[in-house]
């Protein structure tokens, strides 16, 4: 017996306090079920809009519309510090990329105290990458260690970097107990978690961290990161990027570099304008649905998930890849199988759904509640199941692109 009709599914959609989000989203194409949200969101017809009225206000106001761009990288900040991070006003700022806000963050701290690096090996690459990075340019050993709990236990640690989400398995980590384990400075990605899994920087302790915004915030591709440094902290670090938007009066041009005060010092060059306000859209979203409805929307679609997998699928090859218990994981499920790249390319090519990949055999399945429903999350375990017992995967072409 099914562990979930159809129908029922259906009815769970008719019922959810959410369902009107999914309309506030493009999307042309009914018959693809969209399970990538994790890596990016969908496009708000907010945002597009936005966006439009943007541009016609650049072409119109020219230079002229700077002093009202200028603090977008602050506003889109306190909005995410409000509604989706729970930190204050002030302590959380939206600039460049995860990769170069990790770097400003963990550089600003081994700036200020020795001992070594530590993370765990199956830490998101790039996360790993500045490290690395950084290790070399600052003289100081990198351990790679089994799991977040090793790292916190390192003795004679500078700087503990962990993912509140792990981007493979899904396993949430717990900020509180984690940050309170150590008394190195512990930098987090919330990269996979944040406008997902409720967060609160400051009920939990944490001081420091960085995430992007183009998954579960939905603020377009390559949109910039944001940057959290605790209120208390702000003047004790550094960033080791020295650029004009950092400096305490940017157009005293005559003047040598003197940081601002807050959480400005850690702003480089000029912000993204057009991406910042993407950003704010997706944001406004996430806020009007409230983190806990969204949350609880989530838990139940991969609960949905994890019973149609052993179902359905484990009889067919498929194990587990993310933690069962509900407490335990983010917003998406790894299925893994032996055949994982050619099945996840069949899913995509012949059944109209799309997951991601991540090697070697890890099939991602993101739910975005803002528009993912449970019909979604049953017709494509359906579709998944019906390719695999048909051999459809063994009909593609697998070789491998540069994005998977």
């Given at each position: ?29 009914a018959?693809?079920i ?14 597009r ?21 200028i ?7 306190d909005l ?30 081994l700036?200020t105290?020795?001992?070594?690096i ?7 690459p790039t ?6 990075g ?17 790292a ?21 980590a ?5 940050t309170?384990?150590?008394?190195a400075?512990?930098v987090w990605?919330?990269?996979h978690?944040?406008g ?5 920087l ?18 377009g ?5 944001f ?9 004790q ?7 004009w938007?950092?400096?305490?009066d ?7 570099y003197?940081p ?23 944001a ?12 609880a ?8 998930i994890v ?11 498929f ?20 055949e ?29 509640p ?5 019909a979604?999350?049953?017709?494509a ?11 459809e ?5 697998a ?6």
């Amino acid at each position: 017996m099914d562990p979930l009709s159809r129908e029922q599914a259906l009815a769970l959609d008719a019922a959810d306090p959410l369902r009107g989000f999914r309309d506030r989203f493009v999307n042309n194409d009914a018959q693809r079920i969209y399970l990538d949200g994790n890596s990016l969101g969908r496009l708000p017809l907010a945002t597009r809009d936005r966006l439009a009225a943007l541009v016609a206000e650049w072409g119109e106001r020219l230079v002229s519309g700077w002093p009202e761009w200028i603090d977008a990288p602050a506003r889109a900040g306190d909005l995410l510090a409000e509604h989706v991070l729970g930190a204050r006003p002030g302590e959380v700022t939206v600039a460049d990329s995860t990769t170069v806000n990790l770097f400003k963050l963990c550089s600003a701290v081994l700036d200020t105290h020795a001992g070594a690096i530590v993370t765990d090996r199956g830490n998101f690459p790039t996360d790993r990458y500045v490290l690395e990075g950084l290790a070399a340019r600052h003289a100081r050993e990198l351990r790679l260690v089994e799991t977040p709990a090793d790292a916190v236990a390192e003795r004679g640690a500078a700087l503990v970097l962990l993912s509140h989400v792990d981007y493979r398995t899904a396993e949430l980590a717990d900020l509180a107990a984690l940050t309170a384990a150590t008394d190195a400075d512990v930098v987090w990605d919330l990269s996979h978690s944040a406008g997902a899994v409720p967060v609160d920087l400051r009920a939990a302790g944490v001081q420091l961290a960085v995430g992007c915004t183009y998954k579960y915030l939905n603020a377009g591709p390559g949109a910039p990161a944001f940057l959290y440094v605790a209120e208390e902290r702000q003047a004790q670090l550094r960033s080791p990027i020295w650029g004009w938007f950092g400096q305490r009066d940017q157009f005293a041009m005559e003047r040598d570099y003197d940081p601002a005060d807050g959480i400005a010092r850690f702003q480089a060059g000029t912000p993204p304008v057009l991406a910042l306000a993407a950003l704010e859209e997706g944001a406004k979203l996430t806020a009007e649905a409230g983190i806990g409805a969204l949350r609880a929307k989530s838990v139940a679609m991969c609960d949905l998930i994890v019973a149609l997998h052993d179902a359905w699928l484990a009889p067919l090859g498929f194990s587990l890849g993310s933690p069962r218990d509900a407490a335990r994981r983010g917003s998406h499920v790894s299925l893994r199988h032996l055949e994982a790249w050619p099945i996840n390319v069949a899913l995509i090519e012949r059944a109209g759904v799309v997951p991601d990949f991540r090697g070697p055999d890890w099939i991602r399945l993101g739910v975005a509640p803002l528009y993912t429903s449970h019909a979604d999350v049953w017709d494509a375990l359906d579709r998944l199941r019906g390719l695999v017992e048909r051999g459809e995967h063994h009909l593609v072409d697998a070789a491998p692109g540069r994005v998977t």
